[in-house]
Structures are given as C-alpha cells and as structure tokens.
C-alpha cells in the first residue's frame, strides 16, 4: 500500500464515480481500476461496491477511506513544514465556523492571519456546527468553534465566550410595540418564528428553553441559511432568535434591526474552540489557534463583538 494509492481511492469515493475520480486525477480508468485491484489484493477485502450508479465504499473501504484522509493531510503537513523556512511558519489549516461566528470573527480574523502569517494557507468552511463536529471527527478540519463541550468528546476544547440570544426583527416591525427594549417568552411565543431545522444546536436550545415553560413556538418557517433567514424577517415574514453577530451578516449597522432581550430567560450559547491533538497539530495550526484566541478577546475588548462574554 502506498500513498498514491490511497489517493486514488479517497478520490473515487468522494466523486462516487470512477470515471469523475479518473478526470480528476488526470489518469486513464483503466490504470485506476488497476491500482485499486491491487489495493484490494493487499487489503485482502472488498474496498467499493460498484453499480451502474457509480461506486460506493464497503464498510471496510469505509473505515479506510476515513483513516486515508488523516494520513493524507499528515502527509502534506509533513512536507510543507519541512520545506519552510528557517523562523518562518507555513502551511495549509482547516477552520470550522458557524455562519454566525464568521460574521462576528471571520474578517478581521482572515487579516490578521494575513499580516501576521503570510506563509499560512487558511481554508475555512462555513457549516452547521453538528455537521462541523462530524469534519473534526473525521480529522477533516484542524480547528472549530462549536457550541457544546462535548461536540466531540475525544478533542480538546477550550471556551471561548457565551453569546446572549435575542430576539431580532427589522427597523420597521410592527410585531412589537415600538420603544420595547426587552420582551417576555410568553410574547415570542405568540408571533410567527423563523428559526433553523431541528437538528441545528440553536434551535435545540431555544426549543428546551420553550418547552420548560409549556410555550409551544409558532413557527411559520424554518430555515437552515442565514442569509435567507435574516431576508425573510427583513422583508416582514417573521421574527427570529439569534445572537447578535447574526445583524452583522452584510456589515449594515444594527439599526437596521430592532434587537430585543429576553426579560424573563436566561438565553445563551457558549462556543468553544476545538482543536486536533496536541500531536497532531501542525505549527501553522497552532499559531492559528492562538491568533483566533487573541482576535477574539481583542473584538469581545474592544465592543466590536457585541451581546458576549469572555469565557
């Protein structure tokens, strides 16, 4: 078994297509079919199910194609730090961030990296934070901001700030009477909701809290995107509960948007900041885990990141 191997194979399972894999590694299917033979013989088991559908992993091929991709970024994170400089630090990192921590952090994190780190290659995926939890399990990402200590229990995690959820409807509602700066559970349950499905961690924690008190939601619409979301209230169709730095999705000012707190509940969802091993973790993504740190007690410091608190 050898590196160019497995990269065949992770290749056609994530194209699920041999022929897609073999346009994409720029080699003639016939010789990749012949060298994931090969890797079969060696393995000694049925690695893809193949079907006029295209191809699919057996649970073996499964298992491996998880453990291939660790070992293909190790592979890359080798080389590049044996290639650095001398006192330089290069390399590429996976961030993981919420689309709401990525209007609150995402900016002035990205030049940071920059002016700091030139020689840092940052990929960041923007996710659902339980579909981010799965990429950390997968060693898919080598950093995340999640919002449950144990998102995944084997990593080490750190808290990083508590964000205070409010209710948020734009400038011009009438849902709410004017003047109002705070508002009860009892009166959020009474008006037409636009929160995310079931399965998002937010709108879990907004459901318990309601559930507690015996006040079914009225919810008119649910909605996974964020900008989406936040069009639809804009343009009257609800309200939603969110954390502030929801309001700073397209930079605008927050007095676009009337931002109400919760009178009678204690509404709030703590982030963590999740990273590899220690052993595994890569100079490059250690230097982004403390600027990410950094950055976040300069922004919560400085009032540019509003409705948190350190942690």
């Known amino acids: 078994m050898d590196l160019r191997q497995l990269k065949y194979f992770v290749q056609i399972v994530e194209s699920g297509s041999l022929a897609k894999a073999s346009r994409q590694l720029f080699i003639a299917q016939p010789a990749l079919s012949q060298q994931i033979a090969k890797l079969e013989a060696e393995v000694?088991?049925?690695?893809?199910?193949?079907?006029?559908?295209?191809v699919t992993p057996t649970e073996n091929g499964a298992a491996l194609h998880h453990h291939a991709r660790f070992l293909l970024r190790q592979h890359d994170q080798?080389?590049?730090i044996a290639r650095q400089e001398p006192g330089t630090v290069h390399g590429m990192v996976s961030l993981g961030l919420a689309a709401t921590t990525v209007c609150a952090v995402g900016p002035p994190f990205m030049r940071r990296i920059r002016e700091k780190f030139p020689g840092i290659v940052l990929n960041v995926v923007e996710g659902m934070s339980g579909h981010l939890a799965q990429m950390m399990r997968?060693?898919?990402?080598?950093?995340?901001?999640?919002?449950?200590?144990?998102?995944?229990?084997?990593?080490?995690?750190?808290?990083?700030?508590?964000?205070?959820?409010?209710?948020?409807?734009p400038s011009n509602s009438n849902l709410v009477p004017k003047g109002r700066t705070r508002i009860t559970c009892a009166e959020v349950a009474k008006l037409p909701l636009i929160l995310p499905t079931g399965i998002h961690g937010l709108r879990r924690r907004i459901t318990t809290?309601?559930?507690?008190r015996n006040l079914p939601l009225r919810v008119v619409a649910e909605i996974d995107s964020l900008s989406l979301l936040l069009t639809c209230v804009k343009?009257?169709?609800g309200a939603t509960i969110k954390p502030m730095s929801a309001t700073l999705l397209d930079g605008a000012a927050n007095k676009?948007?009337?931002i109400l707190g919760f009178s009678d509940a204690n509404l709030k969802r703590p982030n963590y900041l999740y990273s590899v091993d220690a052993e595994r973790l890569s100079p490059a993504a250690a230097a982004v885990l403390s600027e990410m740190r950094e950055t976040v007690k300069d922004l919560v410091g400085q009032g540019q990141w509003s409705g948190v608190s350190l942690l």
């Open 44 to 54: 000694g088991k049925p690695l893809l199910i193949r079907s006029a559908k295209g």
């Open 78 to 80: 080798a080389l590049s």
């Open 138 to 169: 997968l060693g898919q990402l080598d950093l995340a901001i999640l919002f449950s200590r144990d998102a995944v229990p084997d990593l080490p995690a750190e808290p990083l700030v508590e964000e205070e959820l409010f209710l948020l409807l």
């Open 209 to 212: 809290e309601f559930e507690q």
């Open 235 to 237: 343009d009257g169709m």
């Open 256 to 258: 676009q948007w009337r």
